[in-house]
C-alpha cells in the first residue's frame, strides 16, 4: 500500500534556523493523523513543504506517491489545506471566495460550500474583513472541505473556534474519512488529538520523537486500581509487578497506581479474594504533555 504523505530525510533550514531536520514521516491512507508538538518544533513547516509552498534544504517528501515539487499542482488539486496562519483576501465576502476557489480549482463547489457553511453556522455574504477569529477559521475550514479532498492537511484547524463548532468539525473529520479521505491535522488541543486521530506523531527540535497510536499512548497513562479484598493482602505481591509506582494498603484495601500491563496485577489479584475493584483511567493527556516538557 502506497503512503499517501511520505517524507524522507525530509529538511528545511531558513538560513540558520533549523525548520524541520531528517523528518521521515508515513501517513496511510485512511488514517487520521495527529501532529503534535511544542511552538516552533516545525509542523507548520512540515505542511508547507508538502505542499511545495517552501521548498526543502534537502531531503524529499510524496503525497500519493508522486513528488511535492514536480507535481505540486496535482498533489493540490487533491488536497485540501488549512494553512496555521491563514490569510484570506480581506475585502471579499465568503461567498466571493468560495467562486474565487471554485474558479481556481475549475470545478463548482458553491453547494457544497454552502452545505459546510450550514454546518458550520457560517455566514458567507459577509465580508472577511469583518469576521470574527472563529468564523475566519470556519472559512479556512470550508475551503479545505469543500472540493471533497482526498487528502485533508490541516494546521491547527480548531483554534478559534467554540465547542459545539468543535464538535460539527470533528463530525466534519469522521465523514470525510468515510467517504475515504486520509487527514493530517497538527493541534494542540491534546483531547482533541485523542479523540479524533488513530496515529500520533510527535515532533520536537525539526524531528519525530515518538510515531504510534493513540492506544499505544493511551495504555501508557498512569491508571490507579483499587482492589478491596476480603482480607489484608501482602503489598510485596504487587510492588515488584512490571510498572508498578506506588502500592498502599488501608485495612484489605489495596490502592496501585501503575503505568504498565494490567494483566499481571489482574492475576496477582486473583490469588486472593477480591470482594471490589475501582479503576480510574489515566489521562491521556499527561503522556502526550510528558513531551512538552524540556527533559522528556
Ligand atoms: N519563514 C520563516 N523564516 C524563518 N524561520 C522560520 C520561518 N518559519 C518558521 N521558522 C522557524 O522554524 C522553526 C519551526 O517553525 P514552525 O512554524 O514550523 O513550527 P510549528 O511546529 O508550526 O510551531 P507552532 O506550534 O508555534 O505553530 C521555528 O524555529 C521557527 O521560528
Ligand atoms: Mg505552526
Redesign the pocket.
Known sequence: MTAIVETNDLTKF?GQ???VENLNLAIQPGQVFGFL?P???????TFRLLMDFIRPTSGSARVFGLDAQEDSREIRSRTGFMP?DLALYPRMTGNQIVEFFSFMRKIDVRQEAKRLAERLDLDLGITVRNYSTGNRQKLGLVQAFMHRPELLMLDEPTGGLDPIIQQEFYAMVADAVSDGATVFLSS?VLPEVERIADQVAIIRDGGLVRVDEVGAFRREATRVLAFTFSQPVPEAEFSTLEGVSVVTTQGTKLIITSTGPIDAIVKAAARHEVVELEAHEGELEDVFLAFYEDEP
Open positions: 531558513y534556523t533549523r525548520g508538538g511552538n516552533g518544533a516545525g509542523k507548520s513547516t496555521g494542540h
